[in-house]
């Protein structure tokens, strides 16, 4: 049984930062693909970032690259979304989420575990 519990959402002004963790548990964790995924309200769940077992292969959208930094600790069993020069869009919904594959996806499909979800919001 695999549980994904995000955590660090919260309100920031437009330019500032957050860090967003995701705790996981599981037998599969250490050795699986981990991405997040963000839904703004009225809109489509999409991808942000992702990474593989190591942290070696990194994937990011063109919406947030430069500006966000996804990376894993193995041994506390946790992904962080550290979110830079944030910008009013980026307010949503962030969920973190793991994939059984060798690769990264960018899509949802091959993920089959999520988290709850937890809300960034962004003031301009």
């Known amino acids: 049984q695999v549980q994904l519990v995000e955590s660090g959402g919260g309100l920031v002004q437009a330019g500032g930062s957050l860090r967003l963790s995701c705790a996981a548990s599981?037998?599969?964790?250490?050795?699986?693909?981990m991405g997040w995924f963000r839904q703004a309200p009225g809109k489509e769940r999409e991808f942000v970032a992702a990474?593989?077992?190591?942290?070696?292969?990194?994937r990011y959208a063109d919406s947030v690259k430069g500006r966000f930094t996804i990376s894993r600790d193995n041994a506390k069993n946790t992904v962080y979304l550290q979110m830079s020069s944030l910008k009013p869009e980026d307010t949503a919904v962030y969920y973190c989420a793991l994939s059984l594959l060798f690769v990264v996806p960018t899509t949802e499909g091959p993920y089959k575990h999520w988290g709850q979800g937890t809300q960034v919001t962004v003031s301009s």
């Open positions: 990474l593989n077992w190591s942290g070696g292969i990194t």
């Open positions: 599981g037998r599969t964790v250490s050795s699986s693909v």
